[in-house]
């Protein structure tokens, strides 16, 4: 007899390949995209036109804004001229303050606290040294006088007896 044939059922799923398929196509893209330079082109939406086109919206909005903050400010000057009007105007202005100067006052607010805060600490610290300093002082002067001794290598009783008498007055 024959030997039996091998046959593949068509349902089978080969791994290798669907591997290298998906291989060749990375590469295949890979190889494609490999030259560009920028984002965007006609197949893919125009994208860096996109971007230009946002970016100019942008500067004339902003160029808008600057002109119509110009044109606020010499109306505001050319009615303030007006003898009669001048005090009528400038009352309601100091009344409402916008988001910047409302910030502005904040911020001055914070920073004279926080000089005021400085000033008290540095004042408290120079307080303290000058305080630390004197103790000092005192201390030195204070085991001087303990520390003086005869020529035989006795404490001079005299220096403690000084001591004990200031203590004394002090409390008194």
Same mark, same amino acid.
């Given at each position: *007899?024959?030997?039996?044939?091998? +046959?593949? &059922?068509?349902?089978?799923?080969?791994?290798?390949?669907?591997?290298?398929? @998906? *291989? +060749?196509?990375?590469?295949? &893209?890979?190889?494609?995209?490999?030259?560009?330079?920028?984002?965007?082109?006609?197949?893919?939406? !125009?994208?860096?036109?996109?971007?230009?086109?946002? %970016?100019?919206?942008?500067?004339?909005? %902003?160029? *808008?804004? @600057?002109?119509?903050?110009?044109?606020?400010?010499?109306?505001?000057? /050319?009615?303030?001229?007006?003898?009669?009007?001048?005090?009528?105007?400038?009352?309601?202005?100091? #009344?409402?303050?916008?988001?910047? $100067? @409302?910030?502005? $006052?904040?911020?001055?607010?914070?920073?004279?606290?926080?000089?005021? #805060?400085?000033?008290?600490?540095?004042?408290? @610290?120079?307080? &303290?040294?000058?305080?630390?300093? /004197?103790?000092?002082? /005192?201390? $030195?002067?204070?085991? %001087? #006088?303990?520390?003086?001794?005869?020529?035989?290598? $006795?404490? %001079?009783?005299?220096?403690?007896?000084?001591? +004990?008498?200031?203590?004394? !007055?002090? !409390?008194?």
């Amino acid at each position: *007899m024959a030997a039996p044939m091998k +046959v593949e &059922r068509k349902g089978k799923y080969n791994k290798n390949a669907d591997f290298n398929n @998906k *291989m +060749v196509k990375h590469r295949k &893209r890979k190889d494609k995209d490999r030259y560009k330079t920028f984002i965007g082109s006609k197949s893919e939406g !125009q994208g860096f036109a996109d971007q230009r086109k946002r %970016k100019m919206y942008y500067q004339y909005k %902003k160029l *808008m804004k @600057k002109e119509k903050r110009k044109e606020d400010n010499t109306n505001q000057t /050319s009615i303030e001229t007006e003898p009669g009007d001048k005090e009528i105007l400038t009352k309601p202005q100091n #009344k409402t303050k916008n988001k910047l $100067q @409302k910030a502005r $006052q904040q911020f001055n607010n914070d920073k004279q606290k926080q000089l005021e #805060k400085k000033k008290k600490f540095l004042q408290e @610290k120079q307080e &303290r040294e000058a305080s630390l300093h /004197s103790y000092s002082q /005192s201390k $030195q002067t204070r085991n %001087k #006088k303990l520390n003086k001794r005869t020529h035989k290598g $006795q404490p %001079k009783l005299a220096n403690q007896i000084e001591l +004990v008498l200031e203590k004394i !007055q002090q !409390q008194t």
